[in-house]
């Protein structure tokens, strides 16, 4: 009885984990390469790691296809984590928005820093906008400051998470503007936007594409815009901070990243299919149906936008006292 | 009056063939979603949304709202059968269907959440005809504190599961509160309970906790029990007896309504709804003994209640882009992708589209009908195969169950602890039913209270503000008191000794 | 002196258990200070709660003590804790083994060891069993439903 339990562990043992020789050569790639989505199924950040991977092995050399791969959890952690555990052999990439990578090391909730990733591509970016219900007393930035200053204590607003650069992002005007509001934290940007309509919050602080829908619909104005100026329709007449003469732009981004030690001519495969699927007419289509904005960037300039984003994050965290670093 | 004229236009989209179809595709995977632990119907339709890229939106958003429908459905199913809650929703129903399925009354149990699916979501139906836009308006006065309220009258209400034990039933429940600690915290971001494991920086899956403590523990407590008697040979059909019959009738209906009135209210999930109906029925019942012991309206009112809920969660979706629940919050994903936006504007803008899909939802649950009493005797016989037999190739679809969640084998090992916990809690004669309810209000009553103290100046004053919020609460409070005095009265009634012998061990 | 019943020592155990994360949650911030006025902080809700798990184990714990019940176990004897033993071991048999073999032979290989030692089933009948439902749930899973479940080098 016992020596077949052990030859039956055996037998599986060997025929189970028998990995066929690493074929790995000049030809990179010569098999399908993995993209980590740290989010559940269906929402945005998978919706476009969707949309990508269904037409990028027609872009690929040897057409390789690009699976997706969802590891949702901890606030986008656990699949970051995945990522950069994985070997850096391009085999394993991850298509992240910013709140794993600059946020959440801050917090000491994550065993990487942001520079121990390879920036590969910019895929696209959604300034950060500042609404408040249309029936609401302020029909500019100016009132709503000047208001907000008169009566301390009385504007609220909501984002759809705590720490995330939805909510660093107005809290960064708050502080420089040394603003006394309140925060109301919950738990995904639907919720939050259920509140500001139902009146129990006086404004939200979400990412562009979030915001569409009630724009059309009449619901809410935007107030500022609290990332880069933008040429989209519901953006034109809208003042950005820069253009208020405050030096501060957030924008959500979505880009691929991988782990750092990645070779060079891997980082240019992937740049250039990925560059290739962004212009692709189906990718477009769903990009612009869930309001998501394509923004190319470079490996270099997308390397250089985590780490400045990690670095505000960092003073805006500290300063609210959410951080002691 | 003009709705319905719409209504009946989208019903000949909905009747196309093609789309009927896809009706069809849609609420068969749905089903076979709910009947399988673990995939629940928001990892069933996430995982379903690429199929329907290169299809035209009506027909994706039909087959997607199809897998929604056709997984409350077959969530009852093991709950029923096997003791195992496919989601939140279901938990109530194995309060009471799985006794009826060990007496050998499978049938009547599933035929009668059948009908009651059908009835409630026919129900929410309606509403979504014809009173949608003023129903969406009042789930817009549900702010935090409001809600707070609400899930603090839903933990009372957990008091009807509790069993025997008053101890044993409170440690149940906030043992549930303690396990939805677990995670990033909404004040600051700080992770609990993690014990340095990333993986649960996000919180414990509910799926993990309903498949471990009730599934796993159950079959593991099964292997002991030499004569085990899933169901008896002889399955006495559908029908409940003549005298369930108005029993069941009334707590179908109730259930229908407390179902769509709560379902409206974004955040306020299916599951609360079903817990409010089974407290409901188990107040109003002129033996409450009998819950827990299989009582037909323990069945009936709570899968009313669910699937009513489901059905009215699309009302917030449709007419203010608001998701009710984390599955409609997929359809809403869904519906992006296809440009469509969900919000006042879609009525008028895609008055086909829209009247399409919710005459799908009628088909739909034509069709599920249909489906679920014709397979209860195939699900009947299933059961009958000898448990030996069986009960390997469940474990080790609970096993794939926890593991399509996350497609992580921690979440599969946190299972395996939580079986051996529901193990050992089951031979201590602690209920297990409050676990996974208090488990979904417990989190929601920290957020909820973080938030209304966020809103609020005064601090706790802010209820004294607020009408709907305060109302709840003198509810709460009422119902604690009745139930305390009509406690107090049974003791008194019944003489002293009875206490002593409530806390007899079964076991 | 009588020896105490199995029950009592578990519940002694619970309480055990929850004042060890009571201690935990003892060193989240209690109350936090947000712009001028003071809220529940993360250790708020865990304090409460587990304080009241304490307690409400310790009138358990007592109510166990009193009842003087010796005979009930938590874990059964004999035959029925090697059963238990061999089910659960396959489990996380099948669970240890599922990344690196692949799910269907680690799911076979689980389904045969209950069984055929578990259950006692015969060798052939065991085997066949298990084969079938392996590829069947991996053809259902996998193929119908699109879940990734894991595989083995071979991709299966």
């Known amino acids: ?325 | 009056m003009e709705n319905l004229i719409l209504f009946l236009q989208g019903m000949q989209t909905a009747f196309a063939p093609m789309n009927l179809l896809f009706v069809l595709v849609g609420v068969t995977i749905g089903m076979l979603i709910g009947v399988l632990p673990g995939i629940g119907p928001v990892a069933g339709a996430a995982l379903l949304i690429p199929v329907t890229y290169g299809l035209d939106p009506t027909a994706a958003i039909i087959l997607l709202a199809g897998i929604y429908y056709g997984s409350m459905y077959g969530g009852t199913i093991t709950s029923v059968l096997l003791n195992i809650p496919g989601d939140s929703a279901s938990v109530i129903t194995t309060m009471d269907g799985h006794p009826l399925a060990k007496q050998g009354r499978a049938g009547v149990a599933l035929g009668v959440a059948a009908l009651g699916s059908f009835v409630g979501s026919t129900l929410a139906l309606l509403a979504l005809v014809f009173i949608a836009p003023a129903l969406a308006g009042v789930a817009l006065d549900f702010g935090p504190p409001e809600y707070f309220a609400a899930m603090l009258t839903g933990m009372l209400l957990i008091g009807a599961l509790i069993g025997k034990s008053l101890v044993k039933g409170l440690i149940s429940t906030f043992l549930g509160m303690a396990l939805a600690m677990v995670g990033m915290e909404p004040t600051m971001g700080v992770a609990r309970f993690n014990f340095g494991f990333s993986e649960l920086l996000g919180g414990i899956n509910f799926v993990l906790i309903a498949v471990g403590i009730f599934g796993l523990s159950q079959i593991l407590l099964n292997l002991d029990t030499k004569a085990i008697v899933t169901v008896n040979e002889r399955i006495t059909g559908m029908r409940p007896r003549r005298a369930e019959l108005r029993g069941t009738t009334t707590a179908t209906l109730r259930g229908s309504i407390i179902g769509v009135v709560l379902g409206v209210i974004p955040a306020i999930s299916a599951a609360v709804a079903s817990l409010v109906s089974y407290a409901t029925e188990k107040r109003l019942a002129k033996d409450p003994t009998r819950f827990g012991r299989g009582a037909v309206e323990g069945v009936a009112g709570p899968e009313s209640a669910n699937n009513a809920a489901a059905g009215a969660s699309m009302i917030p979706l449709l007419t203010l882009g608001i998701p009710g629940s984390p599955t409609t919050a997929i359809l809403l994903g869904a519906f992006m992708i296809h440009g469509l936006t969900p919000g006042p504007t879609l009525f008028t803008d895609e008055p086909e589209f829209v009247w399409a899909v919710i005459a799908s939802l009628l088909a739909g649950n034509v069709i599920l009908l249909i489906f679920n009493i014709k397979l209860i005797n195939l699900w009947a016989k299933l059961i009958q195969l000898p448990y030996p037999l069986l009960y390997p190739a469940i474990l080790a679809i609970a096993v794939i169950g926890a593991y399509s969640i996350n497609y992580s084998m921690s979440d599969v090992v946190i299972t395996l602890v939580f079986a051996a916990v529901g193990y050992v809690m089951r031979q201590l004669d602690f209920p297990v039913a409050p676990i996974a309810l208090s488990f979904v209000l417990g989190g929601n009553i920290e957020w909820t209270l973080v938030q209304t103290l966020a809103m609020s100046n005064d601090g706790l004053l802010i209820f004294l503000g607020r009408p709907i919020a305060l109302g709840i609460l003198i509810a709460c409070v009422a119902i604690a008191v009745i139930a305390m005095a009509v406690r107090l009265y049974m003791r008194f009634v019944r003489g002293k000794g009875s206490d002593a012998n409530v806390s007899t061990p079964v076991g | 002196m009588r020896k105490p019943g199995s029950t009592v020592v578990a519940s002694g155990g619970i309480v055990v258990m929850f004042a060890a994360l009571l201690v935990v949650a003892l060193g989240y911030p209690y109350m936090v200070e947000a712009r001028g006025s003071s809220r529940p902080g993360p250790g708020f809700f865990p304090v409460w709660i587990l304080g009241i798990l304490v307690a409400l184990s310790i009138v358990n714990l007592v109510q166990e003590i009193r009842k003087r019940v010796t005979e009930t176990r938590i874990l059964p004897s004999g035959q029925s804790l090697l059963k238990l033993v061999k089910v659960f071991g396959s489990v996380v048999l099948f669970v240890a083994l599922a990344p690196f073999a692949g799910f269907t032979i680690a799911c076979a290989l689980f389904l045969f060891l209950i069984y055929c030692f578990a259950n006692g089933f015969g060798w052939l009948r065991s085997a066949g069993l298990s084969v079938g439902i392996s590829i069947a749930l991996f053809v259902l899973f996998r193929t119908l439903l699109g879940v990734q479940l894991p595989v083995n080098a071979l991709g299966w």
């Not at chain 1, 969707?50 to 050399?61: E, G, K, L, T």
């Not at chain 1, 250089?304 to 300063?319: C, G």
């Open chain 1, 1 to 325: 009885m016992r020596k077949l339990w052990s030859l039956i562990a055996v037998c599986v043992l060997l025929t189970g984990c028998a990995v066929p020789g690493d074929t790995e050569d000049a030809n990179y790639p010569n098999r399908p390469i993995e993209m980590i989505i740290a989010y559940e199924a269906g929402g945005v950040t998978d919706s476009i790691a969707q949309a990508f991977s269904r037409v990028i092995s027609d872009h690929m050399p040897g057409d390789q296809p690009v699976v997706v791969r969802n590891i949702p959890g901890g606030a986008g952690v656990v699949g970051t984590t995945k990522a950069w555990q994985a070997r850096p052999d391009g085999y394993t990439i991850s298509m992240v928005p910013p709140g794993p990578l600059s946020v959440q090391p801050l917090y000491g909730n994550a065993p990487y820093q942001p520079e121990e990733f390879r920036a590969i591509i910019r895929l696209a970016s959604n300034p950060i906008v500042f609404a408040v219900r249309s029936d609401a007393p302020w029909d500019t930035f100016e009132e709503w400051l000047e208001w907000t200053k008169k009566n301390p204590g009385e504007f609220s607003y909501a984002s759809g998470a705590t720490g995330a650069p939805s909510q660093l992002a107005l809290e960064q005007l708050v502080l420089a503007e040394n603003l006394r509001t309140s925060y109301v934290p919950f738990q995904s940007t639907g919720e939050a936007y259920a509140a500001l309509l139902g009146g129990h919050v006086d404004g939200v602080s979400v990412s562009s594409q979030q915001v569409k829908a009630g724009l059309a619909a009449g619901e809410v104005k935007i107030l500022a815009n609290l990332g880069t100026d933008r040429d989209i329709d519901y953006l034109h007449g809208v003042p950005s901070l820069t253009e208020l003469g405050y030096d501060m732009a957030i924008d959500a981004y979505f880009g691929i990243v991988a782990s750092a030690d990645i070779p060079d001519d891997r980082v240019t495969v992937l740049h250039d299919a990925f560059q290739a699927t962004l212009n692709d007419p189906d990718v477009n289509r769903i990009l612009k149906n869930t309001g998501v904005l394509p923004d190319y960037a470079p490996a270099t300039t997308f390397q250089q936008q985590i780490m400045d984003d990690f670095a505000v994050y960092r003073e805006t965290l500290t300063a609210l006292q959410l951080i002691h670093p």
